[in-house]
């Protein structure tokens, strides 16, 4: 059982330069989404996605782009990486976006550096 | 809009010390609780949630209690080891956002021996 899966789990990027962050799930969730964690801010959300071909922004968009064109995968894309990207980017994912107490997935992290 | 606030970290303690770590939450309607724990180098865990007033969360030796009138979900463990070190994050869901997490800013736990 995989969970939710992200890779790479470090990357460092020099400014401008883009890259994907890859994430995959194998519980047929409908939502997911991407955060950010920096130090003393907890955890913020970057975009979500409430299922296949349907996305939407979170408090901290800016810089990102995502597509949901199959179930089990959530990329994030950072066309440009920018030092204040530098951070650890969490995928999560759970059953369904209505009622409550659904019980959300973490991936394990990518930590991301750009210099 | 919803938002949670945790108390100022970081926490020392020595093993077998009790463990308080406040939270308290802002959000219409009734949201979920949740109280997730990060070790060092990993991701996040699900540590335990409760989803309506009164209602007890438990995992681990950790309990927290859903408590609507004073919008509370205080983290609590009797006795701690040094294995609970960590950073433990407060969140919501299910108020205004849906089933996107709020989250508080994290309490880094540090147990020594």
């Known amino acids: 059982n995989a969970g939710v899966t992200q890779t790479p789990k470090f990357q460092v990027l020099k400014t401008g330069q883009s890259m994907t962050l890859q994430c995959a799930q194998d519980m047929n969730h409908e939502y997911m989404s991407w955060y950010r964690q920096d130090p003393g801010m907890g955890l913020r959300l970057i975009h979500y996605?409430?299922?296949?071909?349907?996305?939407d922004q979170g408090e901290v968009p800016n810089g990102y782009n995502v597509s949901r064109s199959t179930t089990e995968d959530f990329p994030l894309r950072l066309l440009s990486a920018a030092p204040s990207q530098t951070s650890v980017y969490f995928c999560?994912?759970?059953?369904?976006?209505?009622?409550?107490?659904?019980?959300?997935?973490f991936g394990e992290g990518s930590w991301l550096t750009v210099v | 809009g919803d938002s949670v606030t945790q108390m100022e970290g970081p926490v020392t303690l020595s093993e077998e010390a009790f463990l308080t770590i406040n939270c308290t939450y802002t959000?219409?309607?009734?949201?979920?609780l949740f109280w997730y724990v990060q070790y060092p180098g990993e991701g996040l865990q699900l540590l335990l949630k409760?989803?309506?007033?009164?209602d007890k969360g438990s995992n681990k030796g950790f309990e927290a209690t859903y408590r609507k009138e004073t919008t509370s979900f205080h983290l609590e463990k009797g006795s701690v080891q040094v294995s609970d070190s960590a950073v433990y994050f407060c969140a919501l869901s299910g108020g205004t956002s849906g089933s996107r997490l709020t989250f508080g800013e994290g309490t880094q736990l540090t147990v020594n021996p």
């Open positions: 409760a989803t309506k007033a009164d």
């Open positions: 999560a994912s759970s059953y369904s976006s209505m009622g409550m107490g659904n019980t959300i997935y």
């Open positions: 959000a219409t309607g009734y949201p979920s």
């Open positions: 996605s409430v299922g296949a071909g349907i996305t």
